[in-house]
């Protein structure tokens, strides 16, 4: 929903670790080059100069995503697969770290598409921000009294830290069982009777590397199954697509996906 910080989410975190934010509002009438840069006739020089677009930034809102067309929402599979953006055919590699942060509008709201599912695909995670609690908005309303409150924070990691940080959690190890019951996991949505697309290879390597970041997050060099468990929900929902019967009875993939850890068992030997 609206106005419960998402904006200022994103900018607190590329203020946070001294990244440059990139915002994208997405409309029906956004083109694609809105996003990735443009490339210019120079008179001087008589050459194509490219203006890249706000994609070339550590962090990218893109705010409202699912207000764009298609087409502009493909703007960003290449950049959110391999780190780069091709105009004209001409390949230009975008800063490291690099998140896109997306906000959608309920599907129902007038004036949305839906989005591809070769696009949700290359979202790590869905979260959900809802209403706050009743202590954390007077909080807000102390903190926010005054405008200016995200512009006054400053880096408390450089982007070295965040890089090294990232090749920490890829060392973290995983065991051989747990990672048959991650394959146990994506073989489920794929049978599933209410699923018609189940999980990827790449939605089972993308929670790997949440149940990872997640271990060494609390301090663990190895992963254990609560860590899959945690982020199970919130980087596979997204990806499946419901039969229309499914959907009919009103069935969620939370829903699903919950129900699924449920039945798979857990091997013994994990470490």
Do not use: C
């Amino acid at each position: 929903m609206p106005g419960v910080g998402k904006t200022t989410l994103a900018k607190a975190l590329a203020a946070s670790v001294g990244a440059q934010l990139g915002r994208v509002q997405f409309t029906p009438d956004l083109l694609p080059a809105d996003v990735t840069g443009v490339s210019i006739w120079n008179r001087n020089d008589s050459t194509f100069e490219f203006r890249p677009g706000p994609i070339f930034a550590g962090v990218v809102l893109a705010d409202e995503i699912n207000r764009a067309s298609p087409k502009t929402q493909a703007a960003l599979l290449e950049s959110m697969a391999e780190g780069q953006v091709t105009v004209d055919g001409t390949t230009h590699q975008l800063p490291q770290p690099f998140m896109v942060m997306a906000t959608q509008n309920p599907i129902e709201q007038e004036g949305t598409y839906p989005l591809p599912e070769s696009q949700l695909d290359r979202f790590l995670m869905r979260l959900s921000v809802g209403y706050p609690n009743r202590n954390d908005e007077l909080s807000i309303l102390d903190t926010h009294a005054s405008d200016g409150a995200v512009d006054r924070l400053g880096a408390v990691v450089n982007i070295s830290d965040v890089i090294t940080m990232t090749q920490i959690a890829s060392m973290i190890s995983i065991a051989p069982e747990l990672k048959g019951y991650l394959i146990d996991i994506a073989e489920a949505t794929r049978r599933h009777p209410s699923i018609a697309l189940g999980m990827s290879p790449r939605a089972t390597l993308s929670l790997q590397r949440v149940a990872k970041a997640r271990a060494a997050s609390l301090g663990r060099s190895f992963v254990i199954d609560d860590d899959i468990k945690a982020s199970a929900s919130s980087v596979i929902s997204h990806r499946l697509l419901l039969t229309p019967d499914a959907t009919i009875k009103g069935q969620s993939a939370e829903q699903i996906v919950n129900d699924i850890l449920r039945a798979i068992p857990v091997p013994a030997d994990q470490i």
